[in-house]
């Protein structure tokens, strides 16, 4: 009983401010996404990542393992994503990419900071940071057919992480003024991204849900695995892994189905990807928390 009010503690925080903006736009309110995205993903998300990692009490060499395991943990999803869609005859345009990366900012910052404290928040910044690199680049030549090394670099997010990493690594802080602006404007983050989620799985249209669904289901026993495969590879603690799996293993995220509609994808099938994910996370995700607390 108590392991399970837990998991709800930490979910429900979540679903909740989602399912805020999916009723907003129901109730026909106005949300600029892009807007808000573009305000989220180039100042809150950075100054909550900088800070994040600039305070965490997680030593260097426990960050770099969970880098590397990262690394890994994608690379095995990679495989398995690649030999599930070859299987099933599907298009490696259309579905790869969507499988492999998640939703680790939207869901995969709040979930390990309501899960594992300010540590786990610091741990889960480096795994979206592995994300964004890899999604950036192999991702979007999956979808497009040619990466964007010059994009990553120029990435607010990434160069918030090496920021923050060098300050850790150097054991800096910034004036108290500065860093609590900082804070004060990270603090917009997980609420702006987890609302704005709601809003655009709401806006979405799809059909046919029957493969999307069980494409889903894949998609989480491929995530778990890996993950769990990395974390016992690289020795990582209790903490590192239940954040490493917890990242991994977030739903299909929405722009997935915005770079397929970028880059001349079929894009209803990734949209039913997202929606049906999203929906499976809401019993997957706090089944994975009830795993790893």
């Known amino acids: 009983m108590n392991l399970a009010l837990t998991v709800l503690n930490i979910t429900a925080p979540v679903f909740i401010l989602a399912a805020v903006g999916f009723a907003w736009v129901k109730l026909g309110f106005e949300y600029r996404v892009e807007f808000v995205t573009r305000m989220a993903m180039t100042l809150a998300v950075p100054c909550l990542i900088f800070v994040a990692l600039m305070k965490t009490e997680i030593a260097p060499e426990a960050l770099a393992a969970l880098s590397m395991a990262s690394f890994v943990a994608y690379g095995l999803v990679m495989v398995a994503c690649f030999i599930l869609v070859k299987l099933a005859k599907l298009n490696t345009r259309t579905y790869l990419a969507p499988l492999i990366f998640g939703n680790t900012g939207n869901l995969g910052l709040p ?58 690594w150097q054991g800096w802080e910034t004036p108290a003024f500065l860093t609590n602006a900082i804070e004060l404007i990270g603090q917009m983050a997980i609420p702006m991204m987890l609302i704005t989620l709601g809003v655009a799985v709401a806006r979405l249209e799809t059909k046919a849900l029957t493969l999307a669904g069980l494409l889903s289901v894949a998609k989480v026993a491929i995530c778990v695995s890996a993950a769990a495969a990395a974390a016992m590879w690289f020795g990582l603690d209790p903490i590192a892994t239940g954040v490493l799996i917890v990242q991994v293993a977030t739903p299909v995220a929405v722009t997935s189905y915005l770079l397929a509609e970028k880059y001349g994808a079929d894009a209803q099938p990734v949209a039913g990807l997202v929606v049906a994910s999203t929906l499976l996370s809401v019993l997957a995700l706090p089944l994975i928390l009830a795993f790893v607390i």
Do not use: C, D, H
Request: aromatic share 14%; no cysteine.
């Open 111 to 168: 979930l390990a900071l309501f899960a594992f404290g300010e540590v786990g928040l610091g741990y889960a910044v480096v795994v979206f940071a592995v994300m964004a690199i890899l999604s950036f680049t192999i991702g979007i030549w999956m979808v497009a057919g040619a990466g964007s090394f010059k994009r990553v670099v120029q990435e607010p997010l990434v160069g918030a992480t090496l920021l923050g990493a060098l300050f850790l």
